[in-house]
Structures are given as C-alpha cells and as structure tokens.
C-alpha cells in the first residue's frame, strides 16, 4: 500500500483557510479600529470581496479534494476523514490531470459512484521539478493501469 497523495492536502483544506479568511478579518477589524473605512468603503468593500473569491475558489479547488488516496495493487483505498471506500480500477472510467492548477489535482471519474460519489479529487505526490510543464507520475501510471484493468473488464 503506497500513498499517492500529497501530505499537505491537510493543510491545505484547513490551515491556508484559516489564515486566509483570519488575515481578512484581522485588517476588517484594524480598519474600523484606525476609522479609515470613514474616509473610504473601499477599505471594507475589497477584503469582502477577496473573502468571496477565496471561498470560491477554495470550494472549487480545495474542499473538494479527499485527504488521502493510497495505491493497494488493483484498487485504490480512498479516505476522507473518518470514511473509507475501496476503489476498483476498473471502476474508474476517466484519469483527468490539471497540471495548472496549485495544488495539483488528479480526479477520478467513475463507472459506478461510490461513498464519495462519481468523481473523487485528489491532490498527488509531486516531486520538485523545474519543468513546470512536467506530466504528473502518478496521473501517467493511473491512466496506463486503469486502462488495462478495464480492458480486462471488457
């Protein structure tokens, strides 16, 4: 059993909201103790509207992701919190990659939807690299293996 995750999808889901949204709140509060929000509501209006953008983009991106996937041979062990769900390669019909996007996310289509429903987003193990072109391994060793294990289906 080998993690193919990332270690700080953790940190990610819980600590960078809570430093975003705190450092959001904490300049609300300095600007209505300094009474600068008097001389414009621009102080106020711009860290409400980063608030609603990082939720945003924090719930398309980042809450959406499962904590850890491990790679057990011929299925994936997903875990999301307390749960836990099995997950036949064969059952995944689509290994789609975002190589753009920080954190990186893998995401699983499914034939048949499990616990976690008929996609599962994972952020993968990545190692450094200076070519931020760079294909993902773990992406390129899902997508040959859950290929061959759904020709075998059929």
Not at 33 to 39: D, E, L, M, S
Not at 48 to 71: F, P, Q, R, S, T
Not at 143 to 152: E, G, H, L, Y
Request: charged letters at 20%; glycine letters at 6%; one cysteine or more.
């Amino acid at each position: 059993m080998t993690k193919i995750s990332s270690g700080y999808t953790a940190f990610m889901k819980k600590a960078f909201p809570a430093l975003w949204f705190g450092f959001l709140g904490l300049f609300i509060i300095a600007i209505l103790a300094k009474g600068a929000h008097a001389q414009s509501a621009m102080f106020i209006v711009i860290p409400c509207v980063m608030a609603v953008v990082g939720y945003l983009v924090m719930k398309k991106l980042i809450w959406n992701l499962v904590d850890e996937v491990y790679d057990c041979g011929d299925f994936l062990l997903i875990r999301n919190g307390s749960d836990e769900d099995h997950l036949p390669l064969s059952n995944i019909i689509n290994v789609n990659s975002s190589m753009y996007t920080n954190p990186p996310v893998i995401t699983l289509r499914l034939a048949t939807p499990g616990k976690f429903g008929p996609d599962i987003a994972f952020s993968p193990l990545r190692p450094f690299s200076l070519n931020p072109f760079a294909r993902n391994a773990v992406a390129e060793d899902l997508i040959v293996r859950v290929d061959k294990a759904r020709s075998k289906r059929a």
